[in-house]
């Protein structure tokens, strides 16, 4: 995963900022799927390396996350936005696993529960 979202990170298109984001889930089947930031000139618009990762796992059919892993820029360590949270939330179960790196290496793993406590999803909806 780390070296999927690594190499992804590359192609970020990140002009505004300048801070290239890549991320990998894990889906249930077994499949990684990776993504990287997008923005936008209108800025809004811009889309999460966590957001696309995900998008790219729906498209290839998978509708559940076992791990999700994401890379910032530099020596300081990412942590996923709170859309993203809410995002990965969608896919994920309180006791998944979000590694959080540096491009150099894995620097910590929490769960999804710790990032995102008394969370919102789709059981609410049943
Ligand atoms: N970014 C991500 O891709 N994921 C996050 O979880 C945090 C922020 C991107 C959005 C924007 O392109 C850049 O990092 C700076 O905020």
Do not use: W
């Not at 590359?10 to 984001?21: K, T």
């Not at 966590?50 to 998008?55: K, L, M, Q, T």
């Not at 859309?83 to 769960?111: N, S, Y």
């Amino acid at each position: 995963m780390l070296k999927a979202a690594r190499e992804v990170r590359e192609r970020a298109h990140a002009p505004y900022s300048g801070y290239r984001v890549g991320a990998a889930v894990l889906g249930a089947g077994g499949g990684i799927h990776a993504g990287c930031n997008v923005e936008n000139s209108a800025y809004p618009e811009g889309l999460c390396a966590e957001a696309a990762a995900i998008a790219a796992m729906v498209a290839a059919g998978e509708g559940r996350i076992q791990a999700v892993l994401v890379v910032g820029d530099g020596a300081d360590l990412i942590t996923p936005c709170g859309g993203c949270r809410q995002k990965i939330r969608e896919f994920a179960g309180p006791d998944t696993p979000v590694h959080l790196c540096t491009p150099a290496a894995v620097v910590q793993t929490v769960t999804l529960d710790e990032l995102l406590p008394l969370s919102f999803g789709p059981e609410h909806l049943e």
